[in-house]
Each structure stands twice: as structure tokens, then as C-alpha cells.
């Protein structure tokens, strides 16, 4: 069998990472366009960990900090504009998915101004401006992957913008994560277990990308305990944010499957975060498959003994009580056997009655 691996970002990962290589961030560009969210960079003191390793390095630099939960196509236009009038040249994203994914697009969007929101989705596969990438969670690996996910408010769905946007740099640094509530913390964790499963039980999965798979794994296990029991200590938090990292160079080369399809329709339309709108869905996903080979892989993997147990930590980690009526849940799974690039990664023949049974059983309607 052919494997191919391609993952061109420089990541730096240990406590007190981004002042010990600050040199790293000269020759980017001549100005930097900061992108965060509100608050959490500001509290867990990633933001002015990056705004002294610049100011060390000479390099001026801008704040746009009104990246939303799930951010749009409108926010990512209105984040280039500023950077645009500010004369910034490249990026550093610092939070979870939503500032690094918009991070991506924002870069695109700098790079070739004559796009819009509307008009960044689709076609030819664009170069961007330079991205760095301070993630604060533990849960989407975005650091490494191409992939940007963005909310297309016209098509009241999530979409991957389709351009290949690495970032240059990743600094990964578990502190960040020392004071992150628990409910964020299951919540991203899953989201990680989802990308290291869903990369797995894939027909693009081959040896490198199982080999991550694999370790990463490893790694979520150690924090099974914690994550049920709610305490978290540093050496939890740095082995999460190894999970999340490899769960990203994982997809990185597969993509995901099946529960990111049809999550994206739980988060657009029911507010449910992105991990517990993975999770939910996965007791019933797994039991989905005709050949359960590799699914019981997974156990000895995660270090469970069987699929029960499994079942368990899963329906304790995602819990949620979801308003959604036999009619949405329809209009969902059609939508989902319609989308062809989550469908074709899925390793078995599935159509919309199995993807309607996951969703109708795993919300109890």
C-alpha cells in the first residue's frame, strides 16, 4: 500500500515556548494581525505571552479580538479589512478552532484582496498569508492541519473554506490550559478523540496516519479518569494537547468522517458545541459498522477493555439534552447523505436510513 505524509508546520511544544523561540517569528512579514477571541487570551496570558515575544522581536502588531464561537464568513471579511487599513502582512491566531481557523481564512482573504465572505468558499486553492498558531484548547488540532471551518450563515451550515492554509508555526504550551473550565475541557477532549477515531476508521488510513493515531490515542487514555472526574493536573492538560495535536496531523491526512458531517448540523441550528456535537453521536456511529474489527482496535488502543465500557465513558462525557423533533432530524440526515466528502471517507456503504437511525437513537427521539 502507497502512504504520503505532509505536514509543513514547525511545531515548538514546552512551557514557555513562544519567548524562548520568539526569533522565530522574524521574516514573516513586517506587521503581525493578532486574532483572538475576547476574552481567554487575555485571562490565560497567551495574548501577552505573543505580544511581548513580538515586542522583543521588534515587530509591530495589531489586535482584532471579536472572533465569535463558530466564526462566520461576514467576521473573517470584517478581521482582513482591519488588518488591510492596519498594513498587516501575516497572522498569529491564538485560542481554540475558532480564532486558528479564522487565523487561516483571514490570512487567505489578506493574500488576495480581491476576495470577499461570500466569495472565499470553493474554487482553486489559494496561498495565504503567513499563520502562526497559539492554540489554548486541547481539542481541534487546527495548529497542524489545512483545514479552516468557518459558518456560512447562507447556507445555515459549517464549511471547510476548501484552501490549503498550514500554519508556519505552532506553539504549543500546556499552561495555557491550566485554568480552562471542565465542561470546555471534556468538550475539546472529545472533539480530539473524534478527529484520532474518525482518522482511524477510514478509508484514507494508512501507516503513518495510524501510527499517530495510535500514540495519540495512548494519550487521551491517560486522562480518562481525569476527564470523568473533573480534576485536571498539568501532566493531563499537556498529554490532551498532545492528543489534540496528533488527532490533527492525523486528519491532516485523511479528514474526518461521518459524526463531523452530521455534527456541524447540531452546532448550526442547536448551539451544541462542536466536540459535544461529535461525541454525542458516537456511541451509535461506532455501532454502525458491519465489520467491527477495527472498532474493537480502538479499545486496546484507548486502554478500555470492551465496547461497554467504552459506551460508558462516552455517554458520561456527553451528556446533553438536545430539543429536536423527528422532522429536523430528517431534514439533517438528508442533508448529510447528500454530502459526498464526509460519505466518501466512511469505510462502509452508508445512505440516509443508517445516518437518520445514528442520529434518532443517539437523541433519543
Request: proline share 3%.
Amino acid at each position: 500500500m502507497m502512504s504520503s505524509f505532509f505536514m509543513p508546520t514547525k511545531v515548538i511544544i514546552g512551557e514557555n515556548c513562544i519567548d524562548a523561540n520568539s526569533h522565530l517569528l522574524k521574516g514573516l512579514g513586517s506587521k503581525a494581525l493578532i486574532v483572538t477571541g475576547k476574552r481567554s487570551a487575555k485571562l490565560n496570558g497567551s495574548g501577552k505571552d505573543v505580544e511581548d515575544a513580538l515586542r522583543k522581536e521588534n515587530i509591530p502588531f495589531v489586535l482584532f479580538d471579536q472572533i465569535e464561537e463558530n466564526p462566520s464568513l461576514e467576521t473573517v471579511e470584517k478581521a482582513r479589512n482591519f488588518g488591510l487599513k492596519e498594513g498587516a502582512d501575516f497572522v498569529i491566531g491564538i485560542g481554540g478552532g475558532s480564532p486558528i481557523d479564522a487565523a487561516k481564512a483571514i490570512a487567505v482573504l489578506l493574500k488576495n484582496t480581491d476576495l470577499t465572505g461570500d466569495t472565499l468558499i470553493g474554487g482553486k486553492s489559494l496561498e495565504a498569508s503567513p499563520v502562526v498558531a497559539v492554540p489554548t484548547t486541547a481539542g481541534t488540532g487546527t495548529e497542524v492541519t489545512q483545514y479552516s471551518i468557518l459558518t456560512d450563515h447562507k447556507a445555515q451550515t459549517k464549511k471547510n473554506i476548501g484552501h490549503t492554509v498550514f500554519p508556519r508555526i505552532a506553539y504549543l504550551d500546556a499552561k495555557y490550559m491550566l485554568d480552562m473550565p471542565k465542561n470546555i475541557t471534556v468538550h475539546t477532549a472529545v472533539d480530539a478523540l473524534s478527529h484520532l477515531v474518525e482518522s482511524y476508521l477510514n478509508v484514507k488510513s494508512n501507516e503513518i496516519s495510524e501510527a499517530l493515531v495510535e500514540r495519540g490515542l495512548e494519550y487521551w487514555g491517560n486522562c480518562v479518569d481525569n476527564l470523568l472526574g473533573g480534576f485536571f493536573t498539568y501532566e493531563c492538560r499537556k498529554d490532551l494537547m498532545l492528543a489534540s495535536m496528533l488527532g490533527g496531523m492525523a486528519i491532516a491526512q485523511t479528514g474526518t468522517s461521518l459524526p463531523h458531517g452530521m455534527g456541524y448540523a447540531l452546532t448550526y441550528h442547536k448551539g451544541v458545541p462542536h466536540g459535544l456535537a461529535n461525541g454525542v453521536l458516537y456511541v451509535h456511529y461506532l455501532r454502525c459498522f458491519k465489520d467491527q474489527a477495527k472498532v474493537q482496535r480502538l479499545h486496546k488502543l484507548i486502554g478500555v477493555k470492551n465496547h461497554d465500557e467504552l459506551e460508558k465513558i462516552l455517554t458520561a462525557l456527553c451528556l446533553t439534552d438536545i430539543k429536536v423533533t423527528d422532522e429536523e432530524l430528517q431534514q439533517y440526515a438528508q442533508e448529510m447523505s447528500a454530502n459526498q466528502a464526509k460519505l466518501q471517507n466512511h469505510p462502509e456503504e452508508i445512505g440516509y436510513e443508517e445516518i437518520y437511525h445514528i442520529y434518532k437513537a443517539s437523541l433519543n427521539i
